[in-house]
Every structure is written in structure tokens, then in C-alpha cells.
């Protein structure tokens, strides 16, 4: 049965080539291909990996700021689980941000260069400032990571300050960040 299938194919093209030859020129000057890009067909799924990492990031700074706002108050019954919420937020924030960087290249086409830039150059303004802190916020939480790593809340109270508002400006910046995320999404995605 396949046989036959193919050998049915084949007499079609040959019966349909002669008559399709003379226009592909034609066809192909008023036509550009869309160029291919690196993981283009995984675009979707990255994109959804990238949502999924950037909720639990968001997650675990909001958590990590209501516990280390209470170190302010004297509370320090909760510094395991904030030190956790420092680890689990960290590897989330660079998987967020190494997803991102790898569906940008098809953002950047599909999205920015064919949609955005030509009828919503705001939202192409909102996505370089949502990148922006994106990176510095990649720097900060370096600098979390390693502070929370030696800090001890009941002992460090002259850097206690500078770890809550590290924390409170990372937590604002992934919100920030995710706000912009969904609404640019809302309108045009990958």
C-alpha cells in the first residue's frame, strides 16, 4: 500500500512541476523566509519554563522579605527557612534569566522586530527597562547570596539593614519584572 502511495506522489509532482517551475521565481522575489533561529521550535516551551521559573523566584523572594522584615522586629524565629528561600530563589533567578536569554533570539524577531517595534514601541521601551533591572537584579542577588551566606540576622545587626532592603529591591524588581512579563505576553508572545 505504501508503494503505491508514493509511486500516486511522485506521478502528481511530475504532472505539477512543469506548471509550478516557471512561477517559484516570481514567488520567491516578493517572498523573504523567515530566517531560523536557535530553538525557535522549542520557543513555546522555553517560554512556559520561563513563566514557571519566575513564579517560584517570585515566590520565594516574597517570602524571604515578610521573614527578614521580622528581623527588623527582633523575630528571628524563621532563619533556616529564609536561608532557604535565598537558595531556591537564587538557582530560580538563573533559570529564569538563562531561559530567558535563550528565547530571546526568537522574541527578538518574532515579536519585537515584526509586532512591537512597528505598532507598540512602548511595549518595546517596557521590555528593555523590564531587562534592564532584569540584570541588575542578576548582580544584586549575587551579592544576596553571598551576604546570606554569612550573615547571622541575631548577631549582624549592623548589616541586617542592608540585607532587608537587598532583599525588599530584589523582591520589587522580580515583581516588577513579572508584572511586565504578563502584560507584554498578554499582547504578542513567542
Known amino acids: 500500500m505504501g508503494l503505491i ?3 500516486l506522489g511522485l506521478l502528481l509532482w511530475s504532472a505539477l512541476l512543469p ?15 523567515p530566517p531560523a533561529l536557535f530553538l525557535q521550535a522549542q520557543g513555546k516551551f522555553l517560554l512556559i519554563l520561563h513563566a514557571l521559573m519566575a513564579v517560584l523566584l517570585l515566590g520565594s523572594l516574597t517570602h524571604n522579605v515578610l521573614i ?3 528581623y527588623l522586629r527582633g523575630k528571628f524565629t524563621k532563619i533556616r527557612l529564609e536561608k532557604r528561600y535565598v537558595k ?3 538557582v530560580a533567578y538563573l533559570l529564569t534569566f538563562g531561559l530567558g536569554a535563550l528565547i530571546y533570539p526568537n522574541y527578538r524577531y518574532h515579536v519585537r522586530a515584526l509586532y512591537f517595534d512597528l505598532k507598540m514601541p512602548w511595549a518595546s521601551n517596557l521590555f528593555d527597562i523590564k531587562e534592564h533591572w532584569a540584570g541588575i537584579g542578576l548582580a544584586l542577588f549575587a551579592a544576596f547570596f553571598l551576604l546570606s551566606r554569612t550573615i547571622d540576622p541575631r548577631t549582624d545587626r549592623r548589616m541586617l539593614l542592608f540585607y532587608v532592603f537587598l532583599s525588599a529591591t530584589l523582591a520589587g524588581i522580580v515583581w516588577f519584572g513579572v508584572i511586565a512579563g504578563l502584560l507584554l505576553v498578554s499582547y504578542r508572545s513567542i
Open 5 to 7: 502511495i508514493n509511486w
Open 19 to 33: 506548471a509550478i517551475l516557471p512561477a517559484l521565481p516570481a514567488l520567491a522575489e516578493g517572498m523573504s523566509v
Open 68 to 70: 527578614s522584615v521580622n
Open 88 to 90: 531556591v530563589g537564587f
